[in-house]
């Protein structure tokens, strides 16, 4: 009975349970983290491609080539929609592990009988959800602004200025 020092979810844990609900939990965990980074570095893609396509668009206006300060702004809208695209479904993939962490943790936790793992659960009860205005959170805010700029500034440039 020496093995059996804890308990998780009312029944006693070995060592080698607790052990392998570490290993649970670590993979769980390198998985979100994988996805959050992957997040991150698309995010910085996406402001480098922006930036160059913005330094495009300024260089085409000044040399008067309207039709191509169009297309860049045409390009920078897909750019954005399929960052987008991604962003969305790697988040998706995020939270699947953030759940799954969660309740390793919890387990782990009444394994070892330190509360203090429960990091998501204490994280997810500390912070509110992010806040909505007409039914989108702010990061698919500034997606549709910056949607909607690239779309009048291609058609300005057709439109208005060639």
């Known amino acids: 009975?020496?093995?059996?020092?804890?308990?998780?979810d009312g029944e006693a844990v070995s060592e080698g349970e607790r052990e392998t609900l570490a290993i649970a939990l670590d993979h769980a965990w390198r998985w979100y983290e994988n996805r959050r980074s992957r997040t991150v570095a698309l995010l910085q893609v996406v402001t480098l491609w922006l930036a160059i396509l913005?330094?495009?668009?300024?260089?085409?206006?000044?040399?008067?080539?309207?039709g191509v300060g169009g297309a860049i702004g045409i390009?920078?809208?897909?750019?954005?929609?399929?960052?987008?695209?991604?962003?969305?479904?790697?988040?998706?993939?995020?939270?699947?592990?953030?759940?799954?962490?969660?309740?390793?943790?919890?387990?782990?936790?009444?394994?070892?009988?330190?509360?203090?793992?429960?990091?998501?659960?204490?994280?997810?009860?500390?912070?509110?959800?992010?806040?909505?205005?007409?039914?989108?959170?702010l990061g698919r805010w500034v997606v549709h602004v910056s949607l909607s700029t690239c779309l009048a500034a291609a058609l300005y440039t057709w439109a208005v200025l060639a």
């Open 54 to 66: 913005g330094a495009g668009y300024g260089a085409v206006l000044q040399a008067k080539l309207y």
């Open 1 to 8: 009975m020496d093995e059996y020092l804890c308990l998780c």
């Open 75 to 137: 390009l920078a809208a897909v750019g954005l929609v399929a960052a987008d695209r991604e962003a969305t479904r790697v988040r998706a993939s995020a939270e699947l592990a953030a759940d799954a962490v969660a309740e390793l943790e919890a387990r782990l936790a009444d394994a070892t009988g330190v509360q203090a793992l429960r990091l998501c659960q204490r994280e997810r009860e500390s912070n509110p959800p992010s806040r909505r205005f007409l039914g989108l959170d």
